[in-house]
């Protein structure tokens, strides 16, 4: 009886809750002035379609994957040649390899900078003038301008030629990679292992993948780490290639995914990029080129923006989010294959936290080995620059070359908001110090890959940093980085 009693009592309340629900819903249309209509409240703020909308048409069929196929594939051409107008606009991309320097199993590097200046100017002009002035005459070379994805608006990850001529499933129908292959790290790269440095390179000149790295790593890592490595080399979906009609790739194998180390390659890099999750809307996300993992070990953040705090929390987001463009609905219509934490996750982990930067002449302070490099050499005078005049040393400090923090370097003072391809230019906040050690094997540089060769990234640092550097101080700040 008592039970009836309560529950009855219980409705006649959930009656007057719901009555006050309404009366608190419709009042605040009655004082709303008569000009707004209900329609004008709910208007969305921007006009940007939620991330259903931007998926249903395709996966729902309303327009078939033939359709969008053939439509990205007629564009092709004209997007491409859009983006190689504006990398020869700003860029001399002709190849200069140096003669002796090389990267671990040598591919020569490149000699900048490529960055063009402007019209009639010098470098040493440029870095005369005041910011506001580079600003307001434009004169901020446009090498030094965030870098656009090559198709901006659909974004993705995007495999250099020299991979997809390897792995043919990388390859995507709308875009291609845009950057020439000489100024790309070279492929595949060395591996070097915390744990066993002395055997040296262990990739045995080969790209890891699912069908060799047991045999090349029998012997060497123990079956957990082992494990960590066969996740990192096997394929699982993400936004541009999954089994959906939503993908942009038509070979059969490509639609089971991608792995980490098709990025990371021998938990390096291929250079290959993406649009950063993170930022909305479209025209503000960054283009981001895939990082080293070497060295992870000593790194404390890890993301250029996001700053995540653990190499296990990077790689768990990289597949949930990351990979889906940072878009949940998307993530369960493609497939996502969320990694169990202690099982996989932490395996992967593992064996990142193993990969090791290349062998450095350094000595037991991160600096030159002093029995290797005369007092006066130009490597010693440029490791002189980094830790005096060019104040490299204040966020890149030895013996690992980074403060492992985030930095605003207010690039903005230098140029006015506009768009390069699709992509808003403008503020791009604080971003992470990534080490130099080991950072002639890396390029192209910065988290979008506009720096080309660390020519270029010298003379970016003497602008923004107004120093002053001469021509032959950073011709010495060149040859230390290349020690690194
Ligand atoms: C597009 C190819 C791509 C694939 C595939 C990929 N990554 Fe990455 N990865 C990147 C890029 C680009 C960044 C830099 C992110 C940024 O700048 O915010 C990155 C950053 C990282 C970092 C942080 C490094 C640092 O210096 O801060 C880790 C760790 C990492 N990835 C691990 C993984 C793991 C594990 C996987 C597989 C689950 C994976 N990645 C798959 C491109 C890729
Ligand atoms: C105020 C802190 C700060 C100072 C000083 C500084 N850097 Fe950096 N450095 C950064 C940050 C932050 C990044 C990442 C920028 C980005 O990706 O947009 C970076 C990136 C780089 C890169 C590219 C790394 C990569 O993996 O792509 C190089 C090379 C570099 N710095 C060299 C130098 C040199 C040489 C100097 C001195 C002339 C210098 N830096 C001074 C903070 C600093």
């Not at 419709?26 to 909308?53: C, E, G, M, W």
């Not at 005369?128 to 090498?143: C, Q």
Request: charged share 25%; with cysteine; proline share 7%.
């Amino acid at each position: 009886m008592q039970g009836i009693y309560r529950r009855r009592i219980g409705r006649r309340l959930a009656g007057i809750s719901v009555f006050a629900f309404l009366v608190l819903m419709i009042a605040p249309s009655l004082a709303r002035p008569q000009s707004q209509t209900q329609a004008d409240v709910d208007k969305p703020k921007q006009n940007t379609p939620s991330s259903y909308d931007q998926i249903a048409p395709a996966l729902l069929g309303r327009e078939s994957f033939q359709a969008v196929m053939a439509k990205d594939k007629a564009d092709k051409e004209s997007v491409m040649a859009r983006q190689k107008k504006l990398l020869e606009e700003r860029y001399d991309l002709t190849p200069r390899p140096d003669g002796k320097v090389t990267m671990s199993r040598g591919k020569p590097i490149q000699v900048g900078p490529t960055a063009r200046l402007p019209e009639g100017l010098t470098w040493e002009q440029l870095a005369a003038m005041a910011s506001d002035e580079i600003r307001e005459k434009g004169l901020f070379p446009k090498g030094f301008l965030p870098l656009p994805h090559p198709k901006h608006e659909t974004g993705g990850m995007v495999f250099p030629q020299m991979q997809i001529k390897q792995f043919g499933r990388l390859e995507r129908f709308d875009v291609d990679f845009d950057l020439p292959e000489h100024f790309l790290p070279e492929f595949p790269p060395a591996l070097y292992l915390t744990t066993r440095m002395d055997l040296g390179d262990v990739s045995q000149g080969k790209v890891v993948t699912e069908d060799n790295f047991q045999e090349l790593f029998a012997g060497i890592l123990n079956a957990k780490d082992l494990e960590g490595l066969r996740l990192l080399v096997t394929q699982f979906p993400q936004q541009q290639f999954n089994a959906t009609a939503d993908r942009k790739t038509d070979k059969p194998d490509g639609m089971r995914g991608v792995s980490c180390f098709d990025c990371h390659v021998n938990g390096h890099t291929s250079g290959a990029a993406h649009l950063v999750g993170d930022i909305r809307p479209q025209s503000h996300r960054r283009r981001i080129e895939t990082t080293s993992l070497r060295g992870v070990n000593i790194q404390r953040l890890f993301g250029s923006q996001r700053a995540l705090k653990s190499v296990e929390d990077f790689t768990e987001f990289e597949q949930r989010a990351a990979y889906f463009d940072g878009d949940p609905v998307s993530a369960t219509a493609k497939g996502v294959n969320p990694l169990e934490r202690g099982s996989q996750v932490h395996f992967m982990a593992e064996f990142q936290e193993l990969l090791a930067f290349p062998p450095a002449p350094l000595g037991l302070d991160g600096k030159l080995d002093a029995k290797k490099f005369a007092a006066d050499s130009i490597e010693m005078r440029g490791q002189e620059l980094f830790f005096g005049k060019a104040q490299c040393a204040t966020c890149h400090p030895a013996p690992n070359y980074t403060d492992n923090t985030l930095h605003d370097l207010q690039v903005e003072r230098f140029y006015k908001t506009q768009t390069i391809n699709g992509l808003v230019a403008t503020a791009q906040g604080p971003i992470k110090t990534f080490t130099l050690r080991g950072i002639k094997e890396s390029p192209p540089y910065f988290h979008d890959g506009r720096l080309l060769t660390l020519e270029d990234t010298v003379e970016f640092f003497n602008l923004v940093l107004e120093t002053r550097l001469t021509s032959e101080e950073k011709t010495q700040l060149v040859a230390f980085l290349r020690q690194l």
